[in-house]
């Protein structure tokens, strides 16, 4: 009886020396995962995308930087956006006045790694909260026209739309650069009151060999 009773305690314990293993692997394979999974992430957008992996932590710097200073140096009733891609910076929003207007081109030209800058923040009040809402969904409706186009390079493109109007932003060839300004310029779209170019342009051979490492 003491024979059995000691076979049914090792028995036991065993189990849940298996059962504590098992836990203990679980739960470090699903820490692992988001790495994983992030890292994989972070490769694909790198790969689709024309800027390096380095300049789009740059841009991401430029803007949090550039947003930061902006809100400490300029007075409360204003809104103003930075959007920074391949380091050409376009600023929009609304400022009180011309000062602060050319404050803010000041500023934001005055950051690291910033190789231009586009003005086109407006003067006069700030949009109201319906306008952003509306200028989301635009932004929205013109992403997936981007992305159902057979022939357009839709991760090379950055949207943003302000009070209605859109600008076009990205790494684009001429024809490619072209063909986008037409989809958005004539789509169905309600609310787009114009569209602007704010493309770097590249060469045929520029984007051959940007393409070159993703078909190696």
Excluded: W
Excluded at 17 to 38: D, E, H, I, N
Excluded at 80 to 109: C, D, P, Q, W
């Amino acid at each position: 009886m003491k024979k059995d009773a000691s076979t049914l305690i090792n028995t036991i314990s065993s189990t849940r020396f298996v059962c504590v293993l098992c836990l203990l692997a679980s739960f470090q394979l699903s820490a692992c995962a988001p790495l994983v999974l992030g890292g994989a992430a972070l490769a694909g957008k790198a790969v689709i995308d024309r800027r390096t992996a380095g300049i789009q932590i740059e841009d991401e710097a430029i803007e949090l930087r550039s947003a930061s200073g902006l809100r400490s140096i300029l007075s409360k009733n204003t809104n103003v956006r930075v959007h920074s891609y391949n380091r050409m910076v376009l600023i929009t929003g609304e400022v009180s006045n011309e000062s602060e207007k050319a404050l803010t081109e000041r500023f934001v030209k005055s950051q690291d790694n910033v190789k231009s800058v586009i003005n086109e923040v407006a003067i006069g009040p700030v949009s109201s909260l319906t306008q952003r809402a509306k200028d989301t969904v635009i932004n929205g409706q013109l992403r997936t026209l981007l992305i159902q186009a057979k022939d357009v390079h839709s991760s090379a493109v950055h949207i943003v739309v302000e009070r209605g109007i859109v600008y076009l932003m990205g790494r684009l060839t001429n024809e490619e650069a072209k063909r986008v300004t037409d989809l958005v310029s004539t789509s169905q779209v309600s609310g787009v009151e114009k569209v602007i170019r704010v493309f770097e342009l590249l060469s045929e051979e520029d984007l051959r060999r940007l393409s070159a490492p993703a078909q190696r």
